[in-house]
């Protein structure tokens, strides 16, 4: 039962506290799954154009071949164009936000649209005479429906601009000829197109849905099961990012090492039940304190706590370290074998603007040597870590 509860909390922890590592669990979704659209158009863009030299090369006897080149030449133009632009999003995704996704998508579902209507455009300027030439190039138009749909899987949307564009106007073109196989070949591709939009609908739901699991499940193990706080991986993980982050920017950064005051003696007098409770409010303190979307608080030890602040000065962090004290001192958790006869915490600090040329190492040791002298002068108290940054 007592594993039960706990892993109950732990799940409502990711879905409802503000330390989990998406913020946004359809976010993190989405975000995949344009990456993994973009990370398909080489694939792509390569059978674009090898399937317009097979077209190119298949109906050279029998059309206008400076219409053949001209059709082949903006095949390969837009292909490259796209190709282009998925190397230039995968450079730049991992720093792009989530308002500049959308932009990115509309992008992408366009220039798909564009290229799939050169392809529809066959039928206009490319539409042979000869049925058997019209049953190849109908069997090839098919196969870039079928391969647009096993890459596109990840977002149902796009795949009707990918589909559309190329059945519409076979099926148009082949029940304007009027002949038998024709009006044959007219209800095939519309049968074959139906059956692949219901079929993409399906896979991009079970895509959708096993992502959302693993994103789940990569969540959970980042998150400490008793308190629901970020565990030592996660607060690495988020330091290293805010730290690049705030080099890049030149902002201050705050780091605070938290340690329980005579938490064995608490064990001891209370027992291990208690003592987990006793923790578990004390994240409950450091959540309700350090609550900005961009705080992170972590468990990265027994009784070991932390608490980043990005964008803080050292006035700043100092504010937050005095709130956890006294927000924890007004739950007056009895603490019979301490001298302050309450639980307690001793508090480390570290602020300053790091530089290309500090280590995040160092800052976290400075921290916690701070944290090292508030225990030697007395515990229940705060220190701050000399200032070499600026």
């Given at each position: 039962p007592l594993n039960l509860a706990v892993n109950l909390m732990s799940l409502s922890t990711l879905l409802e506290s503000p330390v989990r590592p998406v913020s946004d669990q359809r976010d993190a979704v989405y975000r995949e799954a344009l990456v993994l659209l973009y990370r398909g158009m080489p694939n792509a863009m390569l059978g674009h154009m090898i399937s317009s030299c097979f077209v190119i090369y298949a109906l050279w006897p029998v059309m206008d071949n400076q219409h053949l080149l001209v059709w082949g030449f903006v095949v390969w133009a837009v292909a490259l164009l796209r190709g282009a632009g998925a190397w230039r999003f995968l450079h730049l995704w991992p720093h792009l936000d989530m308002l500049a996704l959308p932009a990115w998508q509309y992008g992408f579902v366009l220039m798909t649209l564009v290229q799939t209507s050169l392809w529809g455009s066959v039928t206009v300027f490319l539409w042979p005479e000869a049925l058997t030439y019209k049953a190849l190039l109908v069997a090839v138009l098919i196969g870039i429906v079928a391969a647009g749909g096993v890459m596109l899987a990840v977002q149902r949307q796009s795949f009707w601009f990918y589909c559309l564009p190329?059945?519409?106007p076979v099926i148009v073109a082949l029940l304007l000829d009027g002949g038998r196989l024709e009006r044959v070949m007219a209800a095939l591709v519309l049968l074959f197109s139906l059956l692949m939009l219901v079929s993409v609908h399906r896979l991009t739901n079970i895509f959708l849905d096993g992502l959302d699991v693993r994103f789940k499940m990569q969540a959970l193990s980042r998150i400490d099961a008793l308190t629901g706080l970020q565990n030592?991986?996660?607060?690495?993980?988020?330091?290293s990012d805010t730290w690049h982050q705030s080099v890049?920017?030149?902002?201050?950064?705050?780091l605070l090492l938290l340690d329980?005051?005579?938490?064995?003696?608490?064990?001891?007098?209370?027992?291990?039940?208690?003592?987990?409770e006793a923790l578990r409010q004390l994240?409950?303190?450091?959540r309700k304190v350090a609550s900005r979307s961009t705080d992170s608080c972590a468990r990265i030890g027994g009784e070991e706590f932390a608490v980043i602040v990005p964008a803080t000065d050292l006035q700043g962090a100092r504010l937050v370290a005095g709130q956890i004290i006294e927000q924890l001192a007004?739950?007056?958790?009895?603490h019979s074998g301490s001298p302050f006869g309450m639980l307690t915490v001793s508090i480390g600090i570290k602020a300053g603007v790091p530089s290309r040329h500090d280590t995040r190492e160092s800052f976290i040791d400075a921290a916690d040597q701070a944290l090292y002298r508030a225990k030697a002068a007395g515990r229940n108290r705060i220190e701050i870590a000399a200032d070499k940054f600026g």
């Open positions: 190329i059945a519409v030592r991986r996660c607060f690495d993980e988020s330091f890049r920017a030149g902002q201050s950064l705050g329980v005051d005579f938490f064995k003696q608490y064990n001891d007098h209370s027992g291990h039940l208690r003592g987990d994240a409950t303190v450091m007004a739950e007056r958790i009895v």
